[in-house]
């Protein structure tokens, strides 16, 4: 037994401080949104260029989230998640001096992988701390991670406008690397006993050959799809339906997605209750159905699209982690489960580049109105991989 599991306790410190590690590296995916007029209109890049300071993240984890997967297996949880904030730390420093587009894109590609590190080991660290009858809620509490982080970043905005972006690139670059020290002297007595690893090749045949993590991976994409179909254009939606201005549009927008947290911790709450997952999947994407239609269409009163989009939201918070609760019971081995992750966080990107570009396409056609359409479709796909889900094992396979 580990020495993190031996009391009968949680020790919630510990996991809280894991969760933290994911807010400031989602600090990261947040900055980007927030500073992206100030930074084309320094480097003078077209909205082109520019928009791939969002997307930089999700393509690195569209291709590389089970190799990273398996190397946090292969030479550690703690080191990966470390390491990663490490990594976002420094490329946030080198990117505060960048002169045009290109270095300041190479950063970002490296703070994805590094991004995606800490994302795919510290859930490990906190299935090796969290008692059996706390992981629900322990795994609910890491969920919020993102929605917290790219919050507190938006409501971070005066700090922008004193010290400019490159000013807001070194301050987190600070953040990162001050909590990456403080992560590896917090989590040093962590210890994950796992079996003995084979070859990568061969981890990775295991969580491929896997249906468990094919669905939930599929499950994440349609996730992303749907909610960034409506989020990644968030303040733009609500400029036009609300006829307010950028600012507080930008309020508005991290008031919504804060609330999904709210959503990460009701789902730890229902699973801990015995609440199956397929249950609380089919009701949260279908409700996201049924909010996308208020949302996009037409007919409904600004505030009451508002307040769907707040619904929306919440409802949205349930998925993520009764998805990654998952991953520790569909990993094909115990010591596979950051490689699962890992394939998890490979389908969300791919929904997360696949669903703004749709919309993006979608809207210039036939209006916003469209994209409610699109979220139903995908709802539709989401609920026949829940079907199938349910009659899927949903324990690891002990190793021999």
Same mark, same amino acid.
């Given at each position: 037994?580990?020495a993190?599991?031996?009391?009968?306790?949680?020790?919630?410190p510990?996991?809280?401080?894991?969760?933290?590690?994911?807010?400031?590296?989602?600090?990261?995916?947040?900055?980007a949104?927030?500073?992206?007029?100030?930074?084309?209109?320094?480097?003078?890049?077209?909205l082109a260029?520019?928009?791939?300071?969002?997307?930089?993240?999700?393509?690195?984890?569209a291709?590389?989230?089970i190799?990273?997967?398996?190397?946090?297996?292969?030479?550690?949880?703690?080191?990966?998640?470390?390491? #990663?904030l490490l990594?976002?730390?420094v490329?946030?420093?080198?990117?505060?001096?960048?002169?045009?587009?290109?270095?300041l894109l190479?950063?970002?590609?490296?703070e994805?992988?590094?991004?995606?590190?800490?994302?795919?080991?510290?859930?490990?660290l906190i299935?090796?701390?969290?008692?059996?009858?706390?992981?629900?809620?322990?795994?609910?509490?890491?969920?919020?991670?993102m929605?917290v982080?790219?919050?507190?970043?938006?409501?971070?905005?005066?700090?922008?406008?004193?010290? +400019?972006?490159?000013?807001?690139?070194l301050?987190?670059?600070a953040?990162?690397?001050?909590?990456?020290?403080?992560?590896a002297?917090?989590?040093?007595?962590?210890a994950?006993n796992?079996?003995?690893?084979?070859?990568?090749?061969r981890?990775v045949?295991?969580?491929? #050959?896997?249906g468990?993590?094919?669905?939930?991976?599929?499950?994440?994409?349609?996730?992303?799809?749907?909610?960034f179909?409506?989020?990644?254009?968030?303040?733009?939606?609500?400029?036009?339906?609300?006829?307010?201005?950028?600012?507080?549009?930008?309020?508005l927008?991290?008031?919504?997605?804060?609330?999904?947290?709210?959503?990460?911790?009701?789902?730890?709450?229902?699973?801990?209750r015995?609440i199956?997952?397929?249950?609380?999947?089919?009701?949260?994407? +279908?409700t996201?159905?049924?909010?996308?239609?208020?949302i996009?269409?037409?007919?409904?009163?600004?505030?009451?699209?508002y307040?769907?989009?707040?619904?929306f939201?919440?409802?949205?918070?349930?998925?993520?982690?009764?998805?990654?609760?998952?991953?520790?019971?569909?990993a094909?081995?115990?010591e596979?489960?950051?490689?699962?992750? +890992?394939?998890?966080?490979?389908?969300?990107n791919v929904?997360l580049?696949?669903?703004p570009?749709?919309?993006?396409?979608?809207?210039?056609?036939?209006g916003?109105?469209?994209v409610?359409?699109?979220?139903?479709?995908?709802?539709?796909?989401a609920?026949?991989?829940?079907?199938?889900?349910?009659?899927?094992?949903?324990?690891?396979?002990?190793s021999?």
């Amino acid at each position: 037994m580990d020495a993190s599991r031996s009391s009968d306790a949680t020790r919630w410190p510990l996991i809280l401080l894991i969760v933290g590690a994911g807010v400031v590296s989602a600090f990261q995916v947040g900055k980007a949104p927030t500073a992206l007029a100030a930074v084309q209109s320094d480097l003078g890049l077209d909205l082109a260029t520019a928009s791939w300071l969002l997307s930089a993240f999700a393509i690195v984890g569209a291709v590389a989230g089970i190799g990273i997967g398996v190397a946090a297996d292969h030479i550690g949880a703690r080191r990966m998640a470390v390491g #990663g904030l490490l990594l976002q730390g420094v490329c946030g420093l080198v990117g505060s001096f960048a002169a045009g587009a290109p270095l300041l894109l190479a950063t970002r590609v490296i703070e994805g992988i590094g991004f995606l590190a800490v994302s795919v080991a510290a859930p490990t660290l906190i299935v090796a701390v969290a008692r059996e009858r706390d992981l629900g809620r322990a795994i609910a509490v890491w969920g919020t991670y993102m929605p917290v982080g790219i919050a507190l970043v938006m409501l971070g905005a005066p700090l922008l406008a004193a010290a +400019g972006w490159r000013g807001f690139w070194l301050m987190n670059a600070a953040v990162l690397t001050g909590y990456a020290a403080l992560l590896a002297v917090g989590t040093r007595t962590i210890a994950i006993n796992n079996a003995p690893h084979g070859s990568i090749a061969r981890d990775v045949r295991l969580v491929l #050959g896997s249906g468990g993590p094919w669905l939930l991976a599929g499950l994440f994409a349609a996730f992303a799809a749907a909610f960034f179909a409506v989020f990644g254009f968030l303040p733009t939606i609500l400029s036009d339906r609300l006829a307010v201005g950028s600012a507080t549009a930008g309020v508005l927008a991290a008031i919504a997605v804060a609330v999904n947290a709210l959503g990460n911790i009701a789902c730890g709450l229902l699973l801990t209750r015995g609440i199956r997952r397929p249950t609380i999947l089919v009701a949260a994407f +279908g409700t996201m159905a049924l909010c996308g239609f208020g949302i996009l269409g037409s007919g409904p009163a600004a505030v009451v699209s508002y307040a769907l989009c707040v619904v929306f939201s919440a409802v949205g918070g349930l998925i993520p982690v009764a998805l990654m609760d998952g991953a520790a019971r569909h990993a094909p081995r115990p010591e596979l489960v950051a490689a699962t992750m +890992g394939f998890l966080m490979q389908g969300n990107n791919v929904g997360l580049v696949l669903g703004p570009a749709a919309t993006g396409m979608l809207v210039a056609a036939w209006g916003w109105s469209s994209v409610s359409f699109l979220i139903a479709a995908i709802v539709a796909v989401a609920g026949l991989l829940v079907f199938v889900l349910r009659s899927h094992p949903a324990e690891v396979v002990p190793s021999p």
